[in-house]
């Protein structure tokens, strides 16, 4: 994956995240006429803190250098908040604060891609690169649980249950990982 790969994974994916947004909430112009049960669960997946780091050390790995990983991070992030306020002005007729997450994104996405690339090393660095979005993910299940405060509390439920089993396998996957390469180089 190159940069502008980073950047369109980005923008679909901010643009994703306000429509899925638009769908689940009431009070819209979308979500007045549309059912929110799935979208509503979407929504509380996608417009989370871990889901948006995700992106970051995602496109981090698919780029492999940690140099290359920070600039697909920090692109992915802009691209993605950029393309969430164009589409929530448009969907919502919304406010901004895009020049906030601007300032918050690009930073983090630059370490965030970094650790991306980090997650093919091998190695207690892979590990903890590859640990970083689900123990990001878990304590943001313990900290800001998804949907407090929804009529429909299963909604929330639904979403907490697929972001703590993601986190799970996610995990289970980086430390099956070392284990392998530990035997297999112990086997050498």
């Known amino acids: ?3 502008t790969g980073a950047v369109v994974a980005g923008s679909v994916f901010g643009s994703l995240t306000s ?3 638009a769908v689940s909430s009431p009070y819209g112009p979308i979500g007045a006429r549309a059912a929110a049960g799935a979208g509503t ?3 509380l997946l996608l417009d989370a803190g871990w889901s948006w780091a995700a992106l970051a050390v995602v496109v981090g790995w698919a780029v492999a250098t ?3 990983g920070a600039l697909a991070g920090a692109a992915a992030l802009t691209a993605a908040t950029v393309s969430y306020y164009v589409m929530d002005a448009y969907v919502w007729d919304a406010g901004t604060d895009m020049v906030v997450w601007l300032v ?3 930073p983090l996405g630059l370490v965030l891609g970094a650790v991306g690339a980090l997650v093919r090393r091998p190695g207690l660095t892979g590990l903890f690169a590859a640990l970083v ?3 990001g993910a878990a304590v943001q299940m313990v900290v800001i649980p998804p949907g407090e405060g929804l009529i429909d509390a299963r909604l929330a439920t639904t979403a907490a249950g697929i972001v703590w089993a993601a986190a799970a396998l996610s995990a ?3 430390l099956g990982r070392i284990w392998r390469r530990r035997r297999a180089a112990a086997a050498a």
């Open 1 to 3: 994956m190159k940069i």
């Open 19 to 21: 429509l899925a947004n």
């Open 41 to 43: 669960v979407v929504s």
């Open 66 to 68: 940690p140099a290359r």
């Open 104 to 106: 918050v994104g690009v």
């Open 133 to 135: 979005v689900p123990v």
């Open 172 to 174: 289970a996957w980086a």
